[in-house]
């Protein structure tokens, strides 16, 4: 009885190799963009649990082959049935990531943007002032951070992480910065608020294999509260009325002085006629006495007389 009981597992093995059946290996494609990693299934993997939980093991299961041949076998999952049931499994995983570059845009209108919804940044100010402001993202995973994006990320593929992680990371950035100043500091320094996001994410982001190329705001603000944009706009019209004022006033002066330039050209002009005039007279003088003659415009002129 103990041997019929032996040779039933033969027997089926037997009678599975008759029925023809076996495990079908396969083959997966790599692309340009893409850095696959496999990983093998089978193993001891409770002794090299350590090993497994780090980059350095992901990256000497880097393939660079292009077209990657992955084995199966077939495994029983009942070893008391007298055929088994025998399953066709993989030996190893393979994981591929794109290391094409991702870019978001984060927009409040629902027909711009990525997503055909308000994915705006909602803030405020230090007077707790509400207001959306949209983002751009641009992102990459380079060829040397492969492995340490597969083991922060766990085989998420960049477009998931960009939406979600560094989403929240912009997010909570742009509310700490805008959070502590007020809205015309906010209005005023945009650029600065969103080139410290950039690099805050950079140096998070940097070491757990992703690059981030890229993030800048567009559309400007947008607040809750209509009244602050009227109140806004008619400020900016003030401005404008106050500064057409003063650029009237500039033209003014500047046109006055002209005009005075101009008297003094004249004055000027005039002196070296009279000058020009008793240079001649003297010229032509004839040793009598001089005499008092006028110009055209009255006025007196000293002169000589010629004997003419």
């Given at each position: 009885m103990r041997t019929q009981h032996l040779l039933l597992p033969l027997a089926a093995s037997l009678?599975?190799?008759?029925?023809?059946?076996?495990?079908?290996?396969?083959?997966?494609?790599?692309?340009?963009?893409?850095?696959?990693?496999?990983?093998?299934?089978?193993?001891?993997?409770?002794?090299?649990?350590?090993?497994?939980n780090s980059v350095a093991f992901l990256e000497k299961n880097r393939v660079s082959a292009k077209r990657i041949f992955i084995p199966h076998k077939l495994i029983n999952l009942c070893q008391s049935c007298w055929f088994g049931d025998y399953r066709d499994v993989a030996s190893a995983r393979l994981v591929k990531i794109n290391r094409s570059p991702v870019t978001r845009e984060w927009t409040r209108p629902v027909s711009t943007g990525t997503a055909r919804a308000n994915q705006s940044f909602s803030v405020e100010s230090s007077e707790s002032i509400d207001f959306d402001i949209g983002a751009t993202l641009t992102a990459?995973?380079?060829?040397?951070?492969?492995?340490?994006?597969?083991?922060?990320?766990?085989?998420?593929?960049?477009?998931?992480?960009?939406?979600?992680?560094?989403?929240?990371?912009?997010?909570?950035?742009?509310?700490r910065?805008?959070?502590?100043?007020?809205?015309?500091?906010?209005?005023?320094?945009?650029?600065?608020?969103?080139?410290?996001?950039?690099?805050?994410?950079?140096?998070?982001?940097?070491?757990?294999?992703?690059?981030i190329d890229n993030i800048g705001f567009v559309e400007g603000m947008s607040y809750h509260d209509s009244r602050i944009q009227d109140a806004i706009n008619k400020k900016f019209e003030a401005d404008v009325q106050v500064e057409a004022a003063k650029q009237q006033l500039t033209a003014a002066e500047t046109l006055a002085k002209a005009g005075a330039a101009v008297q003094v050209q004249q004055d000027l002009e005039m002196r070296k006629r009279e000058?020009?005039?008793?240079?001649?007279?003297?010229?032509?003088?004839?040793?009598?006495?001089?005499?008092?003659?006028?110009?055209?415009?009255g006025k007196l002129l000293f002169g000589i007389n010629t004997g003419k």
């Open positions: 009678l599975l190799a008759a029925c023809g059946r076996h495990a079908v290996d396969e083959y997966a494609e790599v692309g340009p963009s893409e850095t696959a990693f496999l990983i093998a299934l089978d193993g001891n993997t409770l002794d090299n649990q350590s090993k497994l990459h995973v380079a060829e040397a951070d492969a492995a340490a994006f597969l083991y922060y990320f766990a085989g998420k593929q960049l477009e998931e992480i960009a939406d979600s992680n560094i989403r929240g990371f912009i997010a909570a950035s742009l509310a910065q805008f959070g502590v100043n007020t809205l015309d500091w906010g209005r005023s320094h945009k650029n600065e608020v969103f080139a410290n996001a950039l690099k805050e994410a950079q140096a998070f982001f940097g070491p757990k294999g992703v690059t000058q020009d005039l008793r240079a001649r007279a003297i010229e032509k003088w004839d040793g009598h006495m001089p005499q008092v003659v006028g110009n055209n415009e």
